[in-house]
């Protein structure tokens, strides 16, 4: 073992490595003869290409025989191995670790932590500079609507967090220690650092236990947020396929599709893939360890909706003769003493009763029958409550004439007012008419004329998801609403949309939070989600300082229910779709691109596919806007 530890670090083709052909973001790591997918795919670090297996008779054996290429890279384990000799270069080796971190960028709790501070420029192999974070997505034939929504969702903190720091598992595992900046909290940690840093991640289950989506995803926001790359952009090949694979060819190359139908399902199978639990937890049940994920802490709010139905229907005999009671006529009863109930009973016939009464008992059973036959109106109410990771909004149509100059007039309109859906006041239409068939003599409920809901917010998550309701199908072909919809980039109140149970919180006074003792201080921090504040304070003067600090500083912001906005997603069609005679589908011939913020210099960037650019936020706010993210004031 010795010898040949000593001959790793001593190998001799190390300077036969070609940095320029390398390329991990292949879409498939096969092999290139072949063709077999499988867990021993090693890297040719001479000319790039995968061959599979090391030993005799195996491509990569063979390969490193007859073109005398002869450093590789286990693609899944990270190691390095000199073939034919058959001996793995030793992880100490410094000229590998650009190379082991291009394959598997990993991240630290203090570089995660120190991300949006960075205004450092990294640079590639050509020299071209790149800010990470703010890099750009290859589109593999309409795939823009998927480089949005990852572009968006890799600036939500505690999303983007969780899956950077999701690898280290896996990696602790697979490498034993990590060398180098990416496994300092690992060497330098203690056993308790160690439980601090997985109660701070969240984790409900093991890297190793994710699904291929949620893999795949973690590690094209890994290659995204990395300084060490080889080239300036990233091919999202592995997470397309993976998509692919798990939409049954819903989303597939080619095909484009709505970014926020993609979102919805997208955020859906990253619940499940890291754990989450498909069944939704009783209300009144606490919820079990393992049902949670990253997704719904950061995303889910919960709605009361109200649905009032108005049905169509007979009145019925039952409804017409309690009508009668309650009317006042006399007749409850009859000479002979018998109920209402029991007029088809009574013996009419001639000498049974005299001619007035028999009259008085016809004209009845004809005033019921004639009830019964009436249409009646009724309005049945339900409310329930519901979870939602996003906010579907109805946006005015555009006019149907032309202004005095022939043209269209977009109309603009503001956020607030399309958010009246959910001031828990205003009933909007559900259901304008439907048709049931019903059958008056088998008890139906009758047929649906109409159907209202109104909305009431009881709880806003910390990073809230709207979507623009823009598209629509008529039957023959899908029609885009381009009314713009203006909204502020910060402080935006959502106060008086908001009805929580028991009443809006308030801010603890100072001397309310020098009189808890230390676990009621505790319990502050965790019921706003600062667990890293309440762990980290040893003492108590400690914790209560962190206390007071948070009270005045972020506590007020987060319980005002103000956001600023994270990302924006808009969607453009070309000047002439949609004109008279070149009726074209606007979703297909239309495209995505997103906004995002640099925290540290709050530059705002627009990133479409490979282009990276400045922007200003006056432009975000008056854009077609598609999908909103906003962050809570405070949760940061």
């Known amino acids: 073992d010795a010898a040949s530890s000593d001959a790793a670090v001593t190998c001799p083709y190390l300077d036969t490595i070609n940095r320029t052909v390398l390329d991990f973001d292949s879409p498939d790591h096969a092999c290139s003869v072949t063709l077999e997918s499988s867990p021993h795919i090693y890297a040719c670090l001479v000319c790039g290409k995968f061959y599979r297996g090391k030993g005799k008779q195996t491509p990569a054996y063979t390969h490193s025989v007859e073109e005398g290429h002869f450093v590789y890279v286990h693609l899944t384990k990270g190691t390095f191995w000199c073939l034919p000799d058959d001996y793995e270069i030793s992880k100490e080796e410094p000229s590998l670790q ?11 709790r203090v570089e995660v932590d120190a991300l949006d501070d960075n205004q450092e420029l990294a640079r590639d192999l050509f020299g071209r500079r790149y800010l990470p974070g703010f890099i750009g997505l290859n589109n593999l034939n309409r795939t823009d609507y998927l480089n949005a929504v990852v572009q968006a969702l890799g600036h939500v903190r505690p999303l983007r967090d969780f899956f950077l720091m999701a690898a280290n598992n896996m990696n602790m595992e697979t490498h034993g220690n ?12 203690t056993t308790s650092n160690k439980r601090k840093l997985q109660q701070q991640q969240q984790q409900p289950s093991s890297h190793s236990n994710f699904s291929p989506l949620a893999k795949s995803f973690s590690l094209l926001l890994r290659n995204m947020w990395s300084s060490h790359r080889f080239k300036s952009n990233v091919d999202p090949h592995m997470l397309v396929q993976a998509v692919s694979v798990a939409s049954n060819k819903r989303y597939h190359v080619g095909q484009q599709a709505e970014a926020g139908e993609f979102l919805a399902w997208l955020l859906h199978q990253l619940h499940v893939g890291v754990g989450g639990s498909v069944t939704r937890p009783s209300k009144k049940k606490k919820k079990k360890k393992g049902n949670g994920s990253v997704i719904h802490d950061t995303f889910m709010g919960r709605v009361e909706m109200t649905t009032v139905v108005r049905r169509r229907r007979r009145r019925g005999e039952g409804a017409a003769l309690e009508m009668l009671n309650q009317g006042g006529m006399d007749t409850t009863t009859t000479s002979s003493g018998a109920s209402i109930q029991d007029i088809d009973d009574e013996d009419d016939r001639d000498g049974s009763d005299d001619e007035l009464t028999i009259q008085r008992k016809r004209k009845k059973r004809e005033t019921v029958k004639s009830l019964a036959s009436e249409t009646i109106f009724v309005e049945e109410e339900t409310v329930t409550e519901t979870d939602f990771l996003q906010l579907t909004l109805d946006i005015p149509e555009k006019p149907l004439f ?9 109309p603009q309109e503001p ?31 009758g047929t649906i004329v109409s159907k209202k809901r109104r909305y009431r917010l009881k709880k806003l998550p910390n990073y809230l998801i709207l979507h623009l309701s823009r598209f629509k199908r008529n039957g023959f072909f899908v029609e885009k609403n381009p009314t713009i919809v203006m909204f502020p ?28 003792s230390t676990k009621e201080l505790k319990h502050l921090l965790i019921k706003y989600g600062r667990t890293d504040l309440a762990n980290n304070a040893i003492e108590k003067n400690e914790l209560l300082q962190h206390c007071l600090d948070f009270i005045s500083t972020s506590l007020p912001d987060l319980l005002a229910d103000k956001y600023n906005l994270v990302a924006n997603i808009t969607h453009d069609i070309p000047v002439e779709v949609g004109r008279e005679g070149k009726q074209r589908n606007p979703l297909e011939e239309g495209s995505y691109r997103c906004h995002v913020q640099h925290e540290a210099t709050g530059q705002w960037y627009e990133i479409q596919d490979l282009n990276v650019r400045e922007t200003m936020p006056q432009l975000i706010g008056v854009s077609e806007s598609y999908l909103l993210i906003f962050e809570r004031k405070g949760c940061a």
Do not use: C, W
Not at 98 to 108: E, G, K, Q, Y
Not at 402 to 410: M, P, R
Not at 420 to 431: E, I, N, P, Q, Y
């Open 402 to 410: 032309k202004d005095e100059d022939g043209g269209l007039v977009i």
């Open 489 to 516: 980039v910060k402080n935006f109140d959502l106060s008086s949309y908001v009805f929580p149970e028991g009443g809006r919180e308030k801010v603890p006074s100072e001397e309310e939070v020098k009189g808890m």
């Open 178 to 189: 990590n060398n180098g900046n990416s496994g300092s909290h690992v060497t330098n940690g």
């Open 415 to 445: 956020l607030v007012n399309v958010l009246r859906k959910f001031d828990g006041v205003s009933f909007g239409d559900a259901l304008q008419r439907q048709q049931q068939t019903t059958t008056e003599t088998n008890g139906s409920d």
């Open 98 to 108: 650009d190379i082991r971190l291009a394959l598997h960028p990993t991240f630290s």
